[in-house]
């Protein structure tokens, strides 16, 4: 600045401006008290020095406190959740690992036993897609023109037409169907096949006497089907989680996922270094990635269909809307006899279906090894259980079951562990009887509220801390929360968890393992988007193929709530619960009978 005074100065003393020769004099006051502001200046910066480590302690709290502000103020104006992932089909599935070729072999083969038929690929328009009240179902006769008898297998055959009331001529729909009576409390799932033309075929075998009627329901049409395929394959951000991360006084909150891009900002890698699960989060600002202390659903992703897809997905229009019988939709079934028995165990295999079991007078029977035991009061289930160590692991679904027992069984004393409720884990004990329940939730993705980081912890590795033996007994339900992502993500976590299964098995054979499938749900367009039936259909395809051979007995939820008279829901009522777990506790302790 002096010299800038010095240059006007010389320009004033070369006669070019007579009024700035004031500049001079200022220049030189200043400079007489330059020692005096280079003194205030050093006695600053020691006092600063010499006080820092208290100055740090009262004002890390001020930071954190404009920091979260800062946070606050930022996300007041930008949309919640991550603002743009990188999608890609493939991206998710092979994150961590790369798969083996064995397992690419078997990856693949998986994808095509759930390989879905797609419609025509043109615009969208609701007058040509498939509407239930438009479509019709009949009953056949029977084989012979005879009478129905036990024993018998029934088929119903079912014509899509769109919403104009044209038949429709290609596959894809997703039908359930189910035939029930009612005055006997019994019910059965029926299989549908798709015969890729517009019509599809119920079958049924027939279990018990008397009258029965046939229920046939559109869960989402082929073009719906469409939509939420490429919803998985591409958008499986559309539900999001975050972390929290802590060091003293500051905080942050970051997002995170089994996909996040690596170019916006630096990631925290979970990966889990044992089954190589991937996780990430975004790596806070202030803070290391190890101060991360927990995990919790961040949110859905809205606006993710356009207007022509959202007219796919309308409650009481196209979603889970029974279709109609075009005569009578029940059946009057005799007796069997033994020439009909012979006669249809002589058809082709082909064509026969055999359900995991069905519903009379209310209990769930299982075509099976094992004879259906019903326990109806605690000190039944104490007998069973006596000496054993059960150990949950996975969803709320299997979480149902550690409350059921611990409610109905008064010797069961639940410990506090200071769980948050609904996350767990949870131990109860029956120290007279030498019985002890636990469960834990599955390691992420997981959609549960707050969740400590401690507590997130794979399943196989779980199983690998299990010593097991004839008094162990596990029970695994895996599926609700990978409805997101695409197909390989659960293949890889389920693959997983088999091989520590058979490491289970092969060092304590005696181990009981209990594997519970998906089950149907309650559906509205939102809910359709992130948890849909037929997200939870392929899973369940998936998994009952990558346990099949093993020695685990599979609860089959998917059936026993696809042939009940109670509506879905993701969490079934009670009395679904309790044939659930006399189903699991029939294999625990009773004798194999033949099949």
Request: net charge neutral.
């Amino acid at each position: 600045m002096c010299d800038t005074i010095v240059m006007v100065t010389a320009e004033n003393e070369m006669g070019l401006d007579p009024g700035k020769a004031r500049g001079s004099n200022m220049c030189r006051s200043l400079s007489k008290y330059a020692p005096v502001f280079l003194v205030l200046a050093l006695s600053g910066l020691i006092f600063l020095l010499r006080n820092i480590h208290t100055l740090e302690r009262l004002n890390c709290q001020t930071v954190s406190t404009f920091y979260n502000l800062q946070n606050s103020l930022h996300s007041a104006f930008t949309p919640e959740g991550p603002s743009s992932l990188y999608r890609n089909q493939t991206y998710c599935a092979h994150l961590g690992q790369e798969p083996s070729p064995d397992e690419l072999l078997e990856e693949h083969y998986l994808l095509d036993s759930i390989s879905w038929p797609e419609p025509p690929a043109r615009p969208i328009s609701l007058s040509r897609t498939s509407d239930p009240t438009h479509s019709l179902f009949a009953i056949l006769p029977a084989e012979g023109g005879k009478e129905w008898r036990v024993g018998n297998q029934m088929e119903a055959l079912v014509q899509i037409h769109d919403f104009q009331g044209r038949p429709k001529h290609h596959g894809g729909d997703f039908l359930l169907a189910r035939l029930h009576s009612p005055e006997l409390g019994a019910g059965v799932a029926g299989q549908v096949l798709d015969h890729r033309n517009g019509f599809y075929s119920a079958l049924f075998p027939l279990l018990w006497e008397g009258t029965s009627r046939v229920e046939v329901t559109l869960v989402h049409s082929s073009e719906a089907v469409a939509v939420l395929r490429r919803l998985r394959e591409e958008r499986p951000d559309r539900v999001f989680f975050k972390s929290l991360f802590r060091s003293g006084f500051l905080s942050e909150t970051t997002v995170c996922n089994l996909c996040l891009p690596a170019g916006q900002q630096p990631l925290c890698n979970y990966t889990d270094l044992r089954t190589g699960e991937p996780w990430y989060c975004y790596k806070p600002k202030l803070l290391g990635c190890n101060t991360r202390i927990n995990h919790f659903k961040g949110g859905y992703q809205k606006h993710l269909l356009t207007n022509k897809e959202a007219l796919l997905f309308q409650s009481g229009v196209n979603i889970k809307v029974a279709i109609h019988a075009s005569g009578s939709n029940s059946i009057t079934v005799l007796p069997e006899e033994k020439a009909e028995v012979e006669s249809s165990s002589a058809r082709s295999e082909s064509v026969r279906v055999l359900p995991s079991g069905y519903y009379f007078q209310g209990s769930w029977r299982p075509l099976g090894e094992y004879a259906m035991h019903q326990f109806n009061d605690s000190s039944a289930i104490t007998q069973c259980l006596k000496g054993k160590v059960l150990y949950m692991y996975g969803d709320s679904t299997v979480r149902q079951w550690f409350e059921y027992l611990n409610a109905f069984v008064p010797e069961l004393k639940e410990f506090n562990l200071h769980s948050p409720k609904n996350v767990g884990p949870y131990l109860a004990v029956d120290s007279t009887h030498n019985i002890m329940l636990q469960y834990r939730c599955h390691g992420p993705p997981i959609r549960f509220s707050t969740v400590a980081s401690s507590e997130m912890r794979y399943v196989a590795n779980e199983l690998d801390g299990l010593s097991g033996g004839p008094d162990t007994v596990v029970v695994l339900s895996v599926w609700a929360h990978f409805s997101t992502f695409p197909v390989e993500v659960y293949i890889r976590r389920l693959r997983h968890i088999r091989r520590a299964v058979l490491r289970l098995l092969d060092r304590a054979p005696g181990t009981k393992v209990v594997v519970r499938s998906a089950n149907l749900q309650a559906l509205d367009p939102e809910v359709s988007l992130y948890n849909s039936d037929w997200f939870s259909l392929q899973l369940d395809g998936v998994l009952r193929a990558m346990f099949k051979g093993l020695d685990v007995l599979l609860v089959d939820a998917w059936e026993m709530t696809a042939a009940h008279h109670l509506p879905h829901a993701l969490h079934p009522p009670p009395t679904i619960v309790k044939n659930m777990i006399d189903t699991m506790l029939t294999h625990i302790c009773s004798q194999k009978k033949k099949s």
